[in-house]
């Protein structure tokens, strides 16, 4: 069975401009998270959707947004890119929402360059 | 809030040696999970092991096993008779019951390099 797959891999943007991350979760997985890793860091929470609803979100700015869709895939969109939003952006995927013991399984990014 | 500390940034073995990679968490919440994953440089996050707040008894995995102990806060990792392929990051996290949200909170990794 596939895992969590992202596109794309690799992406170079310029400041100012917007992008969009997608990512297909595990078949039969209904949750979806996003994460930001910066260079040398852990990763970092921003977004948790379950059935096209957002049930969680970091500390991360309105510039950034996200949905899911019917089929539990999901896209992040990022407005205005800044320097610092330069990283390796991970979906993670799990069965359901709600139990605490719910194992989250990871794709393996997209990296964002923004010059 | 909660925050997952890995005072270990870099740590360099020869091949079969064992070693020990520290994890220290810190949260007000009675029940929580934590949880091991590996990230190899393909980018991807490997989970390893999940373990909840009520549950302090060691676990082994093959070369793998985990000290769990709620009275210091820790969830250490011991790799026995380490080889190359373990390279990698290694990411220590926590998530809590409490709260709408699921989010996993990770400590900052510890980057394990086994050298042949």
């Known amino acids: 069975d596939a895992g969590v797959t992202q596109s794309p891999t690799h992406l170079i943007k310029t400041r100012g401009q917007h992008v969009t991350l997608r990512c297909s979760p595990i078949?039969?997985?209904?949750?979806v998270s996003w994460y930001q890793q910066v260079l040398g860091q852990g990763p970092q929470f921003i977004f948790q959707?379950?059935?096209?609803?957002?049930?969680g979100r970091g500390n991360f700015p309105d510039r950034f947004s996200a949905r899911q869709f019917p089929n539990y895939s999901s896209e992040l969109n990022v407005n205005a890119l800044l320097l610092g939003d330069s990283a390796l952006y991970l979906c993670?995927?799990?069965?359901?929402?709600?139990?605490?013991?719910?194992?989250?399984?990871f794709g393996a990014g997209t990296r964002l360059s923004v010059l | 809030a909660q925050k997952v500390t890995q005072a270990q940034t870099e740590i360099s073995v020869v091949e079969k040696e064992d070693v020990t990679l520290d994890c220290v968490y810190e949260?007000?919440?009675?029940?929580?999970?934590l949880f091991w994953y590996k990230q190899p440089p393909s980018g991807e996050l490997v989970f390893l092991i999940r373990?909840?707040?009520?549950?302090?008894q060691n676990e082994i995995s093959g070369r793998y096993s985990w000290n769990f102990q709620k009275s210091t806060s820790s969830f250490n990792f011991t790799i026995t008779a380490s080889q190359v392929v373990d390279s990698a990051v290694y990411f220590c996290?926590?998530?809590?019951?409490?709260?709408?949200?699921?989010?996993?909170?990770f400590g900052s990794g510890t980057q394990l390099t086994v050298l042949p």
């Open positions: 993670a995927s799990s069965l359901v929402f709600g139990y605490v013991k719910n194992i989250q399984y």
């Open positions: 078949s039969g997985h209904k949750s």
């Open positions: 959707y379950y059935e096209k609803e957002e049930r």
């Open positions: 949260t007000r919440d009675t029940t929580y999970y």
């Open positions: 373990r909840n707040s009520f549950d302090e």
């Open positions: 996290a926590l998530t809590l019951l409490g709260g709408s949200a699921r989010q996993l909170t």
